[in-house]
């Protein structure tokens, strides 16, 4: 309570502070996703339920906006990727197409510029910024100097950042000194334009040894695999994972991050929010090729954008946005990966499964 508090008395200081509209329809669903809301509808109570497996494909067809004439560019969802670099140029890029392939209508990549032409080279779709910087460019500058460069890094990133309705932060990343240093502060300016993201990849390095970068903010969400989860509950449990009680631990886990909503990922993926738990476990593709994280963390991102205009409309649910778009995403990439090992089998590639996202979400929710 002390914590919805503060939150709540901090956004009414911003809202005093910034007269902007996108800002300020944030700061009031934020107050919504703290407090609850009168609105319940049926569907979601039921895909919901108590029972810790949720009903993915009933969440998929009730947060997924139909297709409107009358919609414009943009209101589909505008999703940004943070991360790419010299020696990783796939991932940024399989998270940011994926949004695209689900729905959402613009895509941008903020990566390196070694990394920029190459993944402007794998799509014209995607809206590539090459503006992030590595220790090795600026190794010849002094602190006052490298202090500038990370002053028009974040600038750069904040001109853009309240057009977005959710960030991806991790993906290629990497872990150069100075660019998770320009990360972490892009990470601060997200949560006080109280824009939601989603970390993976060595966002989550960066997470786990600086917790305090997301703790008690309701609208991150982090995404990690086994080993990923392991380092988390060993720096903030301070215990070993336990499999015997795994809800338990990470309720746990996620309750004392602040209540940030966790995407456990395996067999079953596990989600979390400190409070309730749930599981996906619909059977997707033995094929485990890298880069379907990268597919699972744009989805989570465009789902979580979707739920959340879905909580600004009059039929608002009580449900937090965050842990639908988490079953929404999980259960759409284990159908599609099921359907492109279906066509595939062993030579089944994450490019593969992205191809198979749209006809596996037109299934489950037709467009027309």
């Known amino acids: 309570m002390l914590v919805k508090?503060?939150?709540i008395s901090n956004i009414g200081r911003l809202s005093s502070l910034s007269p902007s509209s996108s800002v300020l329809r944030r700061q009031q669903f934020l107050v919504r996703t703290l407090c609850g809301s009168r609105f319940n509808p049926l569907k979601l109570i039921r895909a919901m339920?108590?029972?810790?497996?949720?009903d993915a494909e009933s969440i998929l067809r009730t947060i997924t906006p139909s297709l409107d004439?009358?919609?414009h560019k943009g209101q589909a969802g505008k999703i940004a990727v943070i991360g790419g670099c010299r020696e990783y140029t796939g991932a940024p890029y399989f998270a940011a197409i994926s949004a695209l392939k689900i729905g959402a209508d613009l895509s941008h990549v903020f990566c390196t510029k070694d990394a920029a032409p190459v993944i402007k080279s794998y799509s014209p779709e995607l809206i590539v910024h090459p503006v992030l910087e590595e220790s090795y460019s600026i190794s010849e500058f002094s602190e006052e100097?490298?202090?500038k460069v990370q002053d028009k890094v974040i600038g750069e990133v904040d001109k853009w950042m309240e057009r977005f309705d959710c960030l991806v932060i991790g993906p290629g990343l990497g872990r150069d000194p100075f660019l998770l240093e320009c990360v972490s502060k892009i990470m601060l300016l997200a949560k006080k334009s109280i824009v939601p993201f989603v970390v993976d990849g060595d966002g989550l390095f960066l997470v786990t040894n600086s917790v305090?970068?997301?703790k008690s903010y309701p609208l991150a969400v982090l995404t990690p695999?086994?080993?990923e989860y392991k380092r988390l509950v060993q720096k903030v449990l301070n215990c070993e994972v336990d499999e015997q009680k795994a809800e338990d631990q990470l309720r746990s886990l996620a309750k004392q991050i602040g209540g940030v909503t966790i995407l456990r990922k395996g067999k079953s993926d596990l989600i979390s929010n400190g409070e309730t738990v749930k599981s996906v476990s619909i059977y997707g593709s033995p094929r485990r090729c890298g880069g379907q994280?990268?597919?699972l963390s744009g989805s989570v991102a465009v789902f979580l954008s979707w739920a959340q205009q879905l909580k600004s409309g009059p039929e608002s649910p009580s449900e937090n946005p965050a842990i639908l778009g988490c079953i929404a995403a999980s259960g759409l990439l284990r159908k599609a990966a099921a359907l492109a090992?279906?066509?595939?089998?062993?030579s089944t590639l994450t490019s593969d499964i992205i191809e198979c996202l749209g006809e596996s979400l037109e299934d489950i929710s037709p467009a027309s």
């Open 293 to 295: 994280g990268d597919i």
């Open 225 to 227: 695999n086994v080993n």
């Open 341 to 346: 090992f279906a066509k595939h089998k062993r």
């Open 212 to 214: 305090d970068l997301v």
């Open 145 to 147: 100097d490298k202090r």
């Open 69 to 71: 004439p009358k919609r």
């Open 5 to 7: 508090h503060s939150v």
């Open 49 to 54: 339920s108590s029972t810790s497996e949720a």
